[in-house]
């Protein structure tokens, strides 16, 4: 069983950065990659970026493009979410999950039926 974990969210003002960590153990065999999604109040979970295991492809949400960038340390198994330029719209709950199998396509996974593992979340929010 993948277990994810993930920590660095708190309270900030708009403009300010973040580095959200996400430490996973627990795996037998490689995934596939690991994404980050969040889910703002009263709205649904969405995608925000996902890093290939096998080579640290990425890939992100139109939103966050050019303020967001997905890492990872391959030797401890931790995949960062460093968020930069913060706005109130990026308030939300994020939780870091395990795809293990590629998505047609695509190869990332957008949608969170493909994703297997989720961590408990980290709450962020951004004021003004």
């Known amino acids: 069983q993948v277990r994810l974990v993930e920590s660095g969210g708190g309270e900030v003002q708009a403009g300010d950065s973040l580095r959200l960590s996400c430490a996973v153990s627990g795996r037998t065999i490689r995934s596939f990659a690991t994404g980050w999604l969040r889910q703002a109040p009263g709205k649904e979970r969405e995608f925000v970026a996902s890093i290939k295991l096998s080579d640290g492809e990425t890939y992100y949400a139109n939103s966050i493009k050019g303020r967001f960038i997905i890492s990872r340390d391959a030797d401890k198994d931790i995949i960062y979410l460093d968020m930069n330029n913060l706005e109130p719209d990026d308030t939300a709950v994020y939780y870091c999950?395990?795809?293990?199998?590629?998505?047609?396509?695509?190869?990332?996974?957008?949608?969170?039926?493909?994703?297997?593992?989720w961590g408990q979340g980290t709450r962020v929010t951004v004021s003004t």
């Open positions: 999950a395990d795809q293990r199998h590629v998505v047609t396509g695509r190869g990332f996974a957008i949608a969170e039926r493909h994703y297997t593992s």
